[in-house]
C-alpha cells in the first residue's frame, strides 16, 4: 500500500469553478500535511500547511484535514488557468521515515478559460 | 534571502562521466534533500541529510554519492553516468521541527 496517494488526474475544471483535490495517507500518527504546486518545468511550491482536524484557508485555497479518516483535501475556489499545475499532498514521515517528508504522485489540473 | 540555490540549470553528459551538481540555502536550515523526477511521475528520494557530517540513503541512492561538511551545502556526485539518471533533480531544504521543505530550482541533466 502507498504510503501518500491522491486522486488520479487529469482535474480539468472550467475557469471559476471550485477544484477539488483529495489525498489520503497511511500512517495514523502523522502530524504535518502540505500541499505543493508544481507549474510545468519548474520545482515545487510550498502553498499550504495543516497540522490540526478542521480548514485553513488562505486566500482562494482551503486545505482540510480529517485524521480519523486519514484524508487531506485542498479546494481552490474561483479557479483561474493560472492554477493550471500539478498538485503534490505530502505528509510527515514517521518511524523509519521519520526524517523525511513523504510526497503523493501529485494530482495535474487544468483550468479551462 | 536567496533561499535554495542549484548549479547548473542544464548538464548533458556521455555515458561514463562523471560530474557534481551543487546545492547551498541560506535558510540556516538543519535538514537537505535530494529528489529526482522522471518525466510525468512523483519524486524520488536520493539522499538526505539532517545536519553537518550526517547523510542517509533515500528510496534511490544507487549511482550517487553525497557530503555535507557544512549546513549551507549539499552537492550530489554523479559517479559513471548512466542514460538511467537522466532526469530533473531537484535540491530543498527545512528545519526538522516543521517538515516543510523549500525547493531549489532543479537542474536538468541528459545522459547519452
Known amino acids: 500500500q502507498k504510503e501518500v496517494e491522491q486522486n488520479s488526474g487529469p482535474l480539468s475544471v472550467p475557469e471559476g469553478a471550485i477544484a477539488s483535490l483529495n489525498c489520503t495517507y497511511s500512517?495514523?500518527?502523522?502530524?504535518?500535511f502540505f500541499w505543493y504546486r508544481q507549474y510545468s518545468g519548474k520545482s515545487p511550491e510550498l502553498i499550504m500547511s495543516?497540522?490540526?482536524?478542521g480548514d485553513k484557508e488562505d486566500g482562494r485555497f482551503t486545505a482540510q484535514l480529517n485524521k480519523a479518516s486519514q484524508y487531506v483535501s485542498l479546494l481552490i475556489r474561483d479557479s483561474q488557468p493560472s492554477d493550471s499545475a500539478t498538485y503534490l499532498c505530502a505528509v510527515n514521515g514517521v518511524g523509519a521515515s521519520y526524517d523525511k517528508v513523504i510526497f503523493g504522485p501529485g494530482t495535474s489540473l487544468s483550468v479551462i478559460p | 534571502n536567496a533561499g535554495v540555490t542549484q548549479t547548473p540549470k542544464f548538464r548533458i553528459l556521455k555515458i561514463g562521466q562523471s560530474m557534481t551538481l551543487q546545492c547551498t540555502q541560506d535558510m540556516n536550515h538543519n535538514y537537505m534533500y535530494w529528489y529526482r523526477q522522471d518525466p510525468g511521475m512523483g519524486l524520488k528520494l536520493i539522499y538526505y541529510?539532517?545536519?553537518?557530517?550526517?547523510?542517509d540513503k533515500g528510496e534511490v541512492p544507487n549511482g550517487y554519492n553525497v557530503s555535507r561538511s557544512t549546513t549551507e551545502d549539499f552537492p550530489l556526485r554523479l559517479e559513471l553516468a548512466a542514460p538511467s539518471q537522466t532526469s530533473v533533480y531537484f535540491c530543498a531544504s527545512s528545519y526538522h521541527d516543521s517538515y516543510e521543505q523549500y525547493f531549489g530550482p532543479g537542474t536538468r541533466l541528459t545522459v547519452t
Open positions: 541529510s539532517v545536519g553537518a557530517g550526517i547523510t
Open positions: 500512517d495514523r500518527v502523522s502530524q504535518s
Open positions: 495543516i497540522y490540526s482536524n
